[in-house]
């Protein structure tokens, strides 16, 4: 009987970055404190965020849970993973699946103590985001609509924390949560029509299953005309123009991916459409500094 080789230490390494999705991490980290500096104390030099211990323990605190989130995540979904993406499998290939929770229990460890540094809110808030993330990961992601729901609750979650945390301009934050709220519930459900062989094998219910692609592109059709009245109908009051302005160009892209969602019937469109959405949402993110 032939053994499988042992992964070398650069192996674990990577394996380990990717598993924990270090760009998404680091996107993660920038978007807070884009948050802090844009939003909540735009009259500041940008350096001073650096000096706020609070901030640094905030976002450490939440990247530490969203790293944890993403290996609890993979360690459920070994299975049908090796049918939607056999290649990008780390856990079980070049992490035992021991280790892997080990690493997971430490992280919200982590998360939640450093939560504890900043207030009591935020040490409750992150104690919830974990709790969440067990629960989708071990069995909402199986549900129609409700793991993608969850996720982007938790995606919300990480501006709204700041927003609780500061309570300043707080408007602006809520704006902003509710775009990446939204264009990441666009882009879980596009995932599932992606992923829906890998899901129907093993008895997932996500909605394109239940539904079929056909309702579930008018369900998301629907979502993201809503999302457009929503998003102008909250940033008219502020009596902030370039706010508006902004959003009128990003509006394009989102409307373009309603467009190429209606045509699009192949794994590799949805794969693009979902792309798409992750560009769209760091665009946006982006966007803070001219506000």
């Keep these: ?14 394996g380990f970055l990717r598993l ?20 909540i104390h735009p009259e500041t030099a940008w350096y001073e965020g650096f000096l706020d211990k609070h901030l640094f323990w905030l976002i450490f605190s939440t990247t530490c849970i969203a790293a944890a989130g993403y290996i609890i ?13 056999p290649d990008q499998v780390i856990i079980g290939r070049y992490l035992k699946r021991r280790v892997a929770m080990g690493i997971n229990l430490f992280l919200n460890f982590l998360g939640i103590v450093a939560g504890g540094l900043v207030d009591k ?4 808030i992150n104690t919830c985001a974990f709790f969440f993330l067990w629960i989708y990961s071990n069995h909402l992601k199986r549900l129609p609509f409700w793991g993608n ?29 509710l775009f990446a709220f939204t264009i990441s ?3 879980e459900i596009i995932k599932d029509m992606e992923d829906v062989k890998g899901d129907a094998s093993f008895g997932c219910q996500t909605l394109p299953i239940r539904w079929g692609l056909v309702r579930t592109k008018y369900f998301l059709l629907g979502l993201i005309t809503l ?3 929503t998003l102008f109908s909250m940033t008219k009051p502020l009596h902030a123009p370039t706010l508006a302005y902004i959003f009128m160009v990003i509006s394009i892209p989102i409307l373009f991916v309603a467009y190429r969602l209606f045509y699009a019937d192949t794994k590799q469109d949805f794969s693009f459409l979902s792309s798409l959405c992750k560009y769209i949402m760091m665009a946006g993110v982006l966007t ?4």
């Excluded at 924990?20 to 939003?39: E, F, G, K, M, S």
């Excluded at 995540?73 to 993406?85: E, G, Q, R, W």
């Design 227 to 229: 999302f457009l009245i």
């Design 121 to 124: 809110k935020v040490f409750v």
């Design 149 to 177: 729901l969850m996720v982007a609750f938790l995606t919300a979650l990480s501006l709204i924390i700041l927003a609780v945390h500061y309570q300043i301009n707080e408007r602006e934050v809520y704006i902003y949560a």
């Design 288 to 291: 803070m500094l001219l506000v």
């Design 1 to 14: 009987m032939r053994h499988k080789p042992k992964p070398t230490t650069n192996q674990i390494i990577s």
């Design 73 to 85: 995540n993979d360690y459920y979904d070994i299975k049908i993973d090796l049918i939607n993406k």
């Design 20 to 39: 924990i999705r270090w760009p998404n991490l680091l996107i993660l980290a920038i978007t807070q404190y884009l948050v802090y500096a844009c939003l």
């Design 185 to 187: 519930l666009i882009r």
